[in-house]
């Protein structure tokens, strides 16, 4: 069967950098605003062929989030079986869906932890991916290589890709790694992260650590705490983001989010999200001046098709 | 529900401008070409979500209308309700709308009287869109504001439309207002309109008459004179649009068209549509050269699905 | 009724030219991928509306095959009925098409025959195009007509292709022209084709010779023989490309191709493709140095849906 499906997100926010604050309409604050083709086909014998391609929205202009690339968030086929599934195209990286996973803001909007994490660059080309079949006991895993595609040169932006994980009931953990090559081939970053979210019930915790290095200008420290607590229609959610440096002196970063969800459907909902990130003297992350604070607060609507 | 809908519109144009003549093959000569996915769900008590992604596309080479914006044409979410319909993204502006509204022509092709109108951009980006409920008798109305989002200006490049109209019958009649600010945040321009047309049963008239100024170079008059005769599958229309120039001396322009429209179904009809627009000496309206002619005969097919 | 379509076609390659072997991951190596919507509308008395937009998708990436033209595979609109069909807007030469009919790569991927063939630009913009209807008896033939669209230059860039067939039983053989002008309305290129194919039941046997001219420049032959072998869930197929240049001396090159296809469905199925195409010292086509040999190897998946 063939599905088309989306998502069209928008809110209006208020955004204040370097002192000046201005209201915009902005697409995907809480989720991307996409639209995506995506289907399966039974082969017989478990086999499954399956595939996505999906166009990402800035739904505020009618622009696609990636420049010239309408089919820019993702697009791949592949088989799935009892021994797991394999899948070539663009996709999202195994590191980035730990992060995403394990991020009660979804690793999207005011909130997301990657305004400050390194982030593998969330989606990889020119990939194959193996994940492990969902018949483990709760043990799923995906291991994804990237080809640089450089004639004579097979380590030049190479990027290599992976997660481990573990889920069962209210608990889920998962180890993941990147390791991403420059055009030379030299290390451009080697990242580590450990995330895991356990169900209180009435309340839900949410942990990253990472840690990326090279061989010279990069050593961070990525760590994030969240907290969710859905009470009926009504969803709050908060996190702590923050980033030590170990390759810049001063250049550590800070971000603390809390959002508001009212849910009207099982597809739509209302959202108020806020966040302050803050800079060191150094850091200029998601800031025009280095050492700058970016306040935003976005009330949007979601809606999923 | 989600619907996938479309227009395919082609045409053979004979084209002169400048006294040269040139035969092609053009897109959108009745309705512009478009595919588009749009839909609502029931959020119970009269609460709907509402959206619509729409790519507009020049069929003769697959290209989009708004280069790099395949989802340029409109990409918008809302809630309507009792209370009327919010929405926000991208969309048309009210007072395009009301031109659209009140021209044979639809505003489109060889005989839109956009040609020759200001038409406010026709689409606001980054926008939030009140619109009245169809429940108030035949009264109508929209108010439109779109985000400059200029940091530290609120009046650089925002725009406010909107429009407050009456149906009754054979009647339609809307006021209509657009104000836009330049990248400084002073006025751009600011139009009103007024525009209607009337059913007479074996005629219909159409009429707009709308005035465009600034504080310096803009200060211009547009009026349309429209009829629209239907006889069993056949339709005609005709229609005169002039635009008088005060800010400018000799800069008048005037368009005439004339069009006869083949039905083959509800979706699917023939069409032959010609218009001559003459600029004064110092008006280049569609044309190459100051006080130029430019004559466009069009014969072509629209698909909607 | 509309139909929403496509190919998601992605393989894992190695590539090598001028001595340097690359590691890929490509779209398209059996057949574009590429996502689609067509429909048609029954209009009575035989006459149908009849339409096809199509995106060609580099999956590997997400960027459209044709940068900036997301829709750029095909967007057309027609008429069909029982005088045929006419279609106005972007669509396939009818010269492509008789290419593409006769070579068993079905001229895509490492072994199509237009890496070295003349191959008349595959698509053409601004066209309008006469097909016969289907019930000639086995005949078939199209006249397409792509306007130039320069003003006061009826001639320049205009194209004019056409193709004659007759297929019956397990014979195809067609006969197809292709006339293009330059941008001052000289002769780019005159080319003609005989192409045909024979399905012996066991073996089905293929065959293209072309000649491609103009006052100038351009005097080629292009030959293509090819055999298929379907055995059960298996086909085999392999060509033999063939290029002639009497308008540059030592400028001949040739493509030997030999393919693999494992069916898992209607659908989908699996292939490996290799190919070497070597040119003549003055010859350069698909490599980076003149007399350079161009290997390639592609193992990948299809899926059509």
Redesign the interface.
């Known amino acids: 069967q063939?599905e088309?499906y989306?998502v069209?997100?928008?809110?209006?926010t208020s955004d204040s950098?370097?002192g000046?604050?201005?209201?915009?309409?902005?697409?995907g604050q809480q989720t991307a605003?996409r639209?995506g083709?995506k289907?399966s086909?039974d082969?017989?014998s478990g086999?499954r062929?399956i595939?996505d391609?999906e166009?990402q929205?800035e739904?505020?202009?009618?622009?696609?989030s990636?420049?010239?690339?309408?089919?820019?968030?993702?697009?791949?086929?592949?088989?799935s079986g009892p021994f797991g599934a394999v899948r070539?195209?663009?996709m999202f990286t195994p590191y980035f869906g730990a992060i995403a996973t394990n991020d009660p803001f979804d690793a999207k909007g005011p909130g997301e932890s990657t305004r400050v994490f390194y982030d593998s660059g969330v989606r990889m080309?020119?990939?194959?991916k193996y994940s492990l079949p969902p018949t483990l006991g709760g043990v799923y895993g995906d291991l994804a290589y990237g080809?640089g595609?450089?004639?004579?040169n097979?380590q030049a932006n190479r990027q290599l890709s992976g997660d481990i994980g573990y889920t069962a009931g209210p608990l889920n953990v998962v180890l993941a790694w990147h390791s991403a090559n420059d055009a030379l081939g030299m290390k451009l970053a080697r990242s580590h992260l450990l995330g895991g979210s356990y169900d209180f019930g009435r309340i839900k915790g949410w942990l990253v650590l990472a840690r990326s290095r090279n061989d010279s200008t990069l050593d961070t420290r990525d760590t994030l705490f969240g907290l969710s607590v859905p009470v009926g229609r009504h969803l709050i959610a908060a996190d702590y983001v923050h980033k030590s440096d170990f390759a810049n002196r001063d250049a550590d970063a800070t971000q603390l989010a809390l959002a508001y969800y009212h849910t009207?459907?099982r597809?739509?909902n209302l959202y108020l999200i806020g966040s302050q990130l803050s800079n060191d003297g150094a850091a200029s992350y998601q800031v025009t001046l280095p050492g700058g604070t970016r306040r935003v607060i976005a009330a949007?609507?979601?809606?999923q098709?």
């Open positions: 063939v088309v989306g069209l997100d928008l809110a209006v950098d370097a000046k604050r201005v209201t915009k309409v902005d697409s605003s639209l083709i289907g086909e082969l017989g086999l062929a595939f391609v166009s929205i739904a505020d202009t009618g622009q696609p990636f420049a010239g690339r309408p089919f820019g968030s993702q697009s791949w086929v592949g088989l070539a195209g663009r080309d020119n990939t194959v080809a595609e450089a004639a004579g097979s009207l459907s597809r739509t949007g609507m979601r809606h098709f």
